[in-house]
């Protein structure tokens, strides 16, 4: 009976167990490192198609077709949904989910696909999905000027300071940049022209031109007057109108006068060049002249939108402000005064951001400038030239979308998406 105790062959029994045992692992790790590759394609796919389709909601805001744009940088990357087994869902999820100022513009896109394992059917797994996400929408942008014409699309004898900025020219000729001063900024793109002057960073040439950021922005509807009452021209006391249709509206000398609260149409021109103040109360205002302030008096608008479709001169030695102010000019445009002007854009609402508007095919100049300027805002004019020509000691946040740039004195220029995160002018970004 020795054979009972014959320990003889036991190696060989461990030997054969241990080799299978190291088998299946480098079975496993063979599967797994292709599962790993195959997952890398797959989350390529799904961040394309996140990115595809944030994009289209930013430019026509429509699921419809943000869905299909999604779907088909999924499908050129590889992954067709409905094919194979293969799945791409996308949704469209709140901004309140990634703490984002947006509410809406996130695209989500999960992508699922079949996947044969080799040596992992010998422990009955035969396919493993492997799946992928991502969520692309819309972030601030690092962007202040965008000079959408052609030529010398940016020049002048000022010096610039925007350290935080990007800015972006689309011009393709050889002065597309053309100084005798200096700019300042966080990166300069041209898009294929040269330049000369002092310009730090060395700018970007080649860059891909840029389509208006702002493409779409609605004119503001045009009230017309009709049965208006008569002219109100004061140059002595204290007035005060309520609202309604006036053919023209103007103060001089030393007279006062306050707008109780509402909407306004100013058939002719709204003018005040006195030494006293004019108070506007909150509400909308079109003028279908020209609204023009000078003289030392000084001037208090009322939140609301103001159209000017005669143009809008804001200047003298008196001190203008505005808090959540949007303007439409139809004609020139000139910011500009001795004393304090104070003005801000509204932060939501159909004019978030907007202080500033120009309608498109409009070419009257734009001049800014000022001893003591305060601005936040976007100022778009995107056929014609804007002159900016300094900012004192004042502090401007705002984001220029012009024709073209002239720089004239000394100015500091602040990213507006530093004071309004849900700035109209965004990028999209990757936020999961």
């Not at 062959?9 to 079975?27: D, I, K, N, R, Y």
Request: charged content about 10%; hydrophobic content about 40%; glycine content about 16%.
């Amino acid at each position: 009976m020795r054979f009972r105790t014959d320990e003889g062959g036991q190696t060989l029994v461990m030997l054969a167990v241990s080799l299978s045992t190291l088998m299946g692992f480098m079975a496993l790790a063979v599967d797994v490192g292709l599962l790993f590759h195959v997952r890398r394609e797959v989350q390529i796919a799904a961040d394309a198609a996140a990115m595809a389709g944030a994009l289209d909601y930013h430019y026509n805001p429509s699921g419809t077709t943000a869905r299909a744009a999604a779907l088909a940088a999924a499908s050129q990357n590889g992954v067709t949904d409905g094919s194979n087994g293969r799945t791409v869902n996308v949704t469209f999820p709140l901004g309140s989910t990634y703490r984002s100022p947006y509410g809406n513009g996130f695209v989500q896109a999960v992508v699922s696909v079949p996947n044969p394992t080799f040596f992992m059917k010998l422990f009955q797994m035969s396919s493993v999905d492997v799946g992928a996400g991502a969520v692309a929408g819309p972030g601030a942008s690092q962007g202040c000027i965008w000079t959408l014409g052609f030529g010398a699309n940016i020049s002048g004898s000022g010096n610039l300071t925007a350290s935080g900025c990007e800015i972006y020219d689309n011009s393709n000729s050889s002065n597309a940049l053309d100084l005798t001063g200096s700019i300042a900024a966080k990166q300069v793109g041209v898009a294929a022209g040269g330049f000369s002057g002092s310009v730090s960073p060395m700018p970007i040439t080649g860059m891909t031109p840029l389509r208006d950021p702002l493409t779409g922005l609605p004119t503001p509807g045009i009230s017309t007057g009709s049965g208006c009452q008569p002219a109100r021209n004061f140059r002595f006391g204290n007035h005060n109108l309520t609202p309604g249709c006036y053919n023209g509206i103007s103060i001089s000398g030393s007279a006062t006068l306050a707008l109780n609260a509402g909407n306004y149409v100013i058939d002719g021109n709204f003018a005040d060049s006195s030494g006293g103040a004019m108070t506007l109360g909150t509400g909308n205002y079109t003028v279908t002249g020209t609204f023009s302030k000078s003289g030392n008096g000084a001037l208090d608008l009322g939140s609301g939108e103001y159209i000017a479709e005669g143009g809008l001169q804001l200047g003298g030695s008196g001190r203008v402000t505005g808090t959540s102010v949007s303007f439409y000019s139809g004609g020139a445009t000139t910011v500009s005064g001795s004393g304090i002007i104070t003005l801000s854009a509204p932060t939501s609402g159909p004019e978030n951001g907007i202080l500033l508007f120009q309608a498109g095919g409009d070419t009257s100049p734009m001049a800014i400038s000022g001893s003591n300027l305060n601005l936040q805002g976007i100022v778009y004019a995107r056929d014609a030239q804007l002159g900016f020509g300094g900012s004192g000691s004042g502090n401007v946040y705002a984001d220029f979308v012009v024709g073209s740039l002239n720089i004239t004195g000394t100015s500091n220029l602040q990213n507006y998406a530093l004071v309004n995160r849900a700035t109209p002018l965004t990028k999209i970004v990757m936020v999961q």
